[in-house]
């Protein structure tokens, strides 16, 4: 017998292991069978499972355990990544507070060390919490981004690419942070809304006193290093100067006056300085213009030698006051406005970044995006949803090229190798390189390492034993589906492609599931400093994994932001104790799974019914997976289980169970069948909630030895089990009695009164549904009488259900007057609600201030108080006749 409750943490360990053992997680690249892969994106090796991990690996999870049930050789390949500058950043801080030598002061190779025992240690958390999830990579494929046979890959990629000229090295701007003394990409860039100041500063004219052009900055420390003012060639203010010159304050150094079109007049003064070694868009404008770049800053952030010497050594913010000063004392400070922008912060040292001109390692990523972008334009890949093209395709057609060096020391090192005259030698191995360099050449490796997206972008195919043609390489590739966040489409997805078109000749997935975030209750996003985030591990410590797998993926509507919270998350877990409820009636009135019973021989229009409803829900899960729409197989099956199964079916054949049913026949049949769909739920629903299906499967009846339900074949249903008569009937049955309710709870009849129910104009087929279903209609409508009438007495509610008039005769069950006066009551508080709502949303000052998910609750709650409104004055409608 099955536990009174339902002990999720006692089911989750009983389980995992089980699974693991079985070898069912495991691909069989040697077996003739269709294959199905998905690559896991590999999390950082020392991180934790946060909730988009939680989310993205439960939707992975599905469609593998889906897939692997249709009989596929289904490849979750799984894995970490080193992630470099987090990864090092946590060494160093471990180091600091041990009061350990710093990276520096102990060395590159006695680092590095440090940094392998760390991997060591805190490497295996985040696998062993995707383990308490339920999810099934074949781990024995487990792979690690520096592992011995990706970093060969990662070498011979480089290599290759060199020499095809699409790596090169190039003098260009970065993001660089001051503090990690690293470039790093974008994506570990943070831009902060902060208060702070624009300077309106006078440039001097060369050669008339009286002539100034004011130039809007936000950084003037930068205008040591400007080298020309830029108009646009359209602004009637500035014609009469391009191609003359102004002198730069301070400095004094001359600066011509160009025009470029980039230059947007209505903007500020329509003039600007141009810095190309410390502003993107003025470094591009630079390169056009062929303009000298001056860099005035160091690594560290303060004034260099190509400053004015009273500026050198100063911190940027120093210099920045100093310059302020000066230029207030020869009046060349025009004004200052208070303004709130958007600067970007290193999300790591949470220091302001500077575009920096450095000589970096490049890969010409234009060349490789074109046939990126063609695969998607032609449909070798599709995302889903599709809109998410048109932000691939933005980025790709716009791609810069692609810095790719790191000055750090955890990665892979770049494979170049330097003489003493500064020429670079690449290849895969230092003896490759001495080789070329020739005996006795003195060579020096390039210390700086690889941009962690570098490695990753090859994760589909490095892991599958590339350059080598493995039969892994030969089957799994390309993968059958990507999922990923938006966040990295051009990070991640976007290289990869290009990776993969370069190198295999094929795409390396052949659709993108783009899933949404995960945010709070209100919306906003989860961050540390909101005090909002909430842990998985928690949740699935205090509700379960199946109830988090099942509420993620009920959520997971397309294009949609998830919005979490504990009640929906313990609704979905009450969802499992309902569950768990069914099956211990089940077992209780000996409904359980028997290996002789066939569908087929249901013989009773109600267990025909069921058959048909499990294979609608089974077409809708198979159409919903098909389609990416999770939230919609989830719903199919949660519907059927607490609705169709548990308040119909199982109502609808208590009395067939009973002991006042004397068909011994019809009884066995009934629990056979009721059985026999316990059996399908277990199995429909066993890829959404992989604990309590299996803990069921293995308790409800005698099974094969070992056999587990995660490796039983997905349902497949003949088509002539499927009877539209006894559909028909019983949806005639569940709409009559659906209908009466309604019209008692809007009429506030009682729950547990009993009335009468008269039908006119009722057809034979009625006539004889009625006569058939008067047991079940009277037991769960609360109808104590039916009978047929020609005329509907005074005081009695009307409805039509087909060709016949439903009435319900309340008269003496309720006080008329008194239930038409609370109806209208409650439409005027309705009505009263909708219009301070409209007021709101016509407020154009709060529609423009408001967050988007306020303006959204206000708009669902309007149309909730409308659909409320209109049932109640429908029923207003049906007293006032009465």
Known sequence: MLDKTFDHKQIEKNHYQKWEDSGLFECHPKMDTSPFTIMMPPPNV?????????????????????????????????????????????????LEAEGQPSRRDMGREAFLEKVWEWKEYSGGTITSQLRRLGSTPDWSRERFTMDEGLSKAVAKVFVQLYKENLIYKDNRLVNWDPKLLTAISDLEVVQKEVKGHMWYIRYPVEGDQERYITIATTRPETMLGDTAI??????????????????????????????????????????????????????????????????????????????????????????????????????????????????????????????????????????????????????????????????????????????????????????????????????????????????????????????????????????????????ELAKYYPGDVLCTGFDIIFFWVARMMMMGIHFMGDVPFKTVYMHALVRDAKGQKMSKSKGNVIDPLDIIEKYGADALRFCLTAMAAQGRDIRLS?????????????????????????????????????????????????????????????????????????????GTFCDWYLEFTKPLLGEGNTDDALKQETRDMTGWVLDQILTLLNPFMPYITEELYESIAVRPKDALLMGQPWPVYAAELYSDAAKAEMDWVMRLITEIRSVRSDMNVPAGAKIQMMIKDASEQTKARIAAYEEIIGRMARIEKIELVSAAPKGSIQTIL?????????????????????????????????????????????????????????????????????????????LEAA
């Open 802 to 878: 087909d060709e016949a008039t439903i009435i319900l005769p309340i008269a003496e069950i309720i006080d008329l007057d008194k239930e038409r006066e609370r109806l209208k009551k409650e439409i005027d508080k309705l009505a009263a609600n909708i219009n301070r709502i409209d007021i709101k949303l016509a407020d154009e000052k709060f529609v423009n201030n408001a967050p988007a998910e306020i303006i959204a609750e206000q708009k669902a709650r309007r149309e909730e108080s409308e659909t409320v409104m209109k049932k109640l004055s429908q029923a207003l409608k049906q």
């Open 566 to 642: 504990d009640d929906r998350i313990e609704g979905y877990r009450n969802f499992a104790t309902k569950i768990w409820n069914a099956t211990r009636y089940c077992e209780m009135n000996g409904c359980l799974p028997s290996a002789d019973f066939k569908p087929e021989n249901a013989k009773a229009t109600i267990n025909q019914w069921i058959v048909g409803q499990v294979m609608d829900v089974q077409k809708a899960i198979d159409k919903n997976m098909e389609e990416y729409r999770f939230n919609d197989a989830a719903g199919a099956i949660y519907q059927f289980v607490w």
């Open 230 to 471: 830029v108009v646009n060639p359209e602004d009637e203010r500035y014609k009469d100067l391009i191609g003359k010159f102004a002198v730069l304050p301070i400095v004094g150094r001359l600066i011509k006056i160009i025009a470029d079109e980039y230059v947007d007049m209505e903007l500020g003064t329509g003039a600007m300085k141009v810095t190309p070694a410390h502003d993107f868009n003025d470094f591009e404008i630079g390169r056009r213009h062929n303009l000298e770049m001056i860099s005035i800053l160091d690594i560290h952030a303060k004034v260099n030698e190509n400053a004015p010497k009273e500026y050198q050594g100063l911190d940027r913010y120093d210099a920045r006051k100093k310059i302020l000063a000066e230029l207030e004392a020869q009046d060349l400070l025009e004004k200052v406005d208070n303004i709130t922008h958007m600067v970007p912060y290193g999300d790591r040292s949470d220091l302001v970044i500077e575009p920096f001109l450095t000589e970096q390692w490049y890969c010409d990523a234009k060349t490789l995006a074109a046939p990126a972008i063609e695969a998607v334009e032609s449909g070798k890949t599709v995302f889903v949803p599709k809109n998410w093209e048109n932000t691939f395709f933005e980025w790709m057609r716009n791609i810069q090229p692609w810095c790719i060096s790191r000055q750090l020391w955890w990665g892979h090192q770049i494979p170049a190798w330097y003489d003493e005259d500064g020429k670079v030698y690449v290849a895969e191995t230092e003896e490759e390189a001495q080789k070329e360099a020739g005996a006795g050449v003195k060579l020096r490796r390039d210390e700086d390492v690889l941009d962690t997206w570098f490695s990753s972008a090859l994760w589909p195919f490095s892991t599958l034993g590339w350059p080598e043609q493995t039969p």
């Open 46 to 94: 020392t991180g934790t499972l946060h909730m988009g991990h939680a989310f993205t690996n439960t939707i992975q999870d599905i469609m593998i355990r889906y897939n692997r049930m249709k009989g596929k050789d289904a490849l979750w390949m799984p894995g970490t990544d080193h992630a470099g500058i987090a990864t090092q950043m946590v060494v160093e801080r471990k």
